[in-house]
């Protein structure tokens, strides 16, 4: 864990709308580590740390962490609050959650990406943050040292989160529906409506909104994607997920 840094949690504002529970402030959560995750359905990397947050939430919760996701929205549909809700349950998330469609906690947090992720202790002071994907396994272990437990932890959920995964980055996230030349794990859209995308000539059904992953590679792989949206979607962006690096490549 980094050194204790002078940087009090800030206090949620009021007349947020929350999720799984009754609206929180954060002086009333002192005495317990609480980790609060900047996040947004619509954003594959967002979906990509969701597996460790709810895995964090169901192995600490009894031992005292409080685990926190604020919904910023980054596209129009993230702002629409039944959309979201539908995307939450279909995600099966259970801990708290707040939506904050005018960047109010953003704001207030100074953040500029997603995801984003502070670990706060029980004098609600700053432990620790993390900006992007990764770091799964730093976290967790200072959730451990500030509950004062040890277990074994949560496993990587795909090879490139191994801590010592060589990642290449991959192609630039694109607006609206692209075609064209890439490098990448992994190829997402982002969706509005529902209906019928040509993936390199594939057919997909899209039956709700969010981010759909459209391509998966073993490894980053440079490729050509080729999408036409049917009637029924609105392609918000083309994204690309970071892949291991082939064998004899380098950072």
Same mark, same amino acid.
């Given at each position: ?13 009021? #007349? ?8 929180? #402030? ?37 031992? @005292? ?9 980054? *596209? ?21 959650? $707040?939506? !904050?469609?005018? *960047?109010?906690?953003? /704001?207030?947090? &100074?953040? /500029?990406?997603?995801?984003? #992720? ?9 432990? !620790? ?18 509950? @004062? ?8 959920? #795909?090879?490139?989160?191994?801590? !010592? ?7 630039? !996230?694109? +607006? @609206? ?17 529902? &209906?019928?995308?040509?993936? /390199? ?29 049917? +009637?029924?979607?609105? $392609?918000?962006?083309?994204? *690309? ?11």
């Amino acid at each position: 864990m980094r050194p204790a840094v002078e940087i009090a949690a800030p206090p949620f504002p009021q #007349r947020l709308t929350w999720i799984n529970v009754a609206p929180l #402030r954060m002086d009333k959560q002192r005495g317990r580590p609480v980790l609060v995750e900047f996040f947004d359905v619509f954003r594959p990397n967002s979906l990509r740390t969701l597996p460790y947050v709810r895995a964090w939430h169901e192995r600490y919760a009894e031992e @005292g962490l409080r685990v926190i996701s604020v919904h910023t929205p980054g *596209f129009e549909p993230g702002r629409d609050e039944d959309v979201v809700r539908a995307e939450i349950e279909r995600l099966g998330l259970e801990h708290a959650i $707040c939506l !904050d469609p005018e *960047f109010q906690v953003w /704001d207030l947090y &100074g953040t /500029d990406g997603w995801p984003s #992720r502070y670990l706060f202790g029980p004098d609600q002071r700053l432990a !620790d943050a993390h900006f992007g994907e990764g770091a799964y396994a730093e976290t967790e272990a200072d959730i451990q040292e500030l509950l @004062g437990v040890e277990r074994e932890l949560v496993a990587p959920v #795909r090879p490139e989160d191994e801590p !010592d995964a060589l990642i290449v980055v991959p192609t630039e !996230d694109q +607006p @609206g529906a692209y075609s064209g030349p890439y490098e990448a794990g992994a190829v997402w859209v982002v969706l509005s409506g529902a &209906g019928e995308l040509a993936v /390199d000539g594939r057919p997909v059904t899209v039956d709700h909104p969010g981010a759909h992953l459209l391509v998966r590679h073993q490894h980053s792989t440079a490729g050509v994607l080729e999408l036409e949206v049917g +009637p029924g979607l609105e $392609c918000h962006a083309t994204c *690309f997920s970071p892949g291991l690096a082939p064998d004899g490549a380098t950072e």
